[in-house]
T-cell receptor, first 113, second 111 residues
Framework: DAEITQSPRHKITETGRQVTLACHQT?????MFWYRQDLGHGLRLIHY???????NKGEVSDGYSVSRSNTEDLPLTLESAASSQTSVYFC????????????FGEGSRLTVL | AQSVTQPDIHITVSEGASLELRCNYS??????LFWYVQSPGQGLQLLLK??????LVQGIKGFEAEFKRSQSSFNLRKPSVHWSDAAEYFC?????????FGKGTKLSVKP
């Protein structure tokens, strides 16, 4: 079955370190998204991509970057991790841009000490 | 500004009772509307969606939602709640795959 997988599922890091969260989907979806989920804030969009070499900033993109070199993967990089980036991160993909129906990974819990 | 409001942070209902979760939105154009459910430690799963047409939409697990344009609402309903429905529910609005989510309503189910 096609799926979307995130790794690592749990990570603890220190302030100032670079961290990369991986996201891989096997649906061949063009559209991929990264959200963070925090208590009291729901899900907020970090970055999104509508295809290879296309990336766009979302609502809370400061301190994060993404790159899209193929259809299957959209890694999320924290250039210099901060305690405010402690969160649960969700990757999602969608088949078509118009419908907005998202398929989510199981999340990556990141703790920055 | 575009936004989604879920007024109830936490709701507790008895098993077998009916359920209604509220969602109000603010959006410039006619939006696409969604309800997602999240079980503990899991990602979000789509329950149902509204794009156009019949304003009462049916979803998975016996859920339905009604779009009311005049009230800018998209409330989620279920006639009889099961213990397995305990989860967090998110309303979302948007288009172009760029969704704005509400802050969620946590549902607890009493035996």
């Amino acid at each position: 079955d096609a799926e979307i997988t995130q790794s690592p599922r749990h990570k603890i890091t220190e302030t100032g370190r670079q961290v990369t969260l991986a996201c891989h989907q096997t649906w061949n979806h063009n559209n991929m998204f990264w959200y963070r989920q925090d208590l009291g804030h729901g899900l907020r969009l970090i970055h999104y991509s509508y295809g290879v070499q296309d990336t766009n900033k979302g609502e809370v993109s400061d301190g994060y970057s993404v790159s899209r070199s193929n259809t299957e993967d959209l890694p999320l990089t924290l250039e210099s991790a901060a305690s405010s980036q402690t969160s649960v991160y969700f990757c999602a993909s969608s088949r078509t841009r118009n419908t907005g129906e998202l398929f989510f990974g199981e999340g990556s819990r990141l703790t920055v000490l | 500004a575009q936004s989604v409001t879920q007024p109830d942070i936490h709701i507790t209902v008895s098993e077998g009772a009916s359920l209604e979760l509220r969602c109000n939105y603010s959006y410039g154009a006619t939006p696409y509307l969604f309800w997602y459910v999240q079980s503990p430690g899991q990602g979000l799963q789509l329950l149902l969606k509204y794009f156009s047409g019949d304003t009462l939409v049916q979803g998975i697990k016996g859920f339905e939602a009604e779009f009311k344009r005049s009230q800018s609402s998209f409330n989620l309903r279920k006639p009889s709640v099961h213990w397995s429905d305990a989860a967090e529910y998110f309303c979302a609005v948007g288009s172009q795959g760029n969704l704005i989510f509400g802050k969620g309503t946590k549902l607890s189910v009493k035996p």
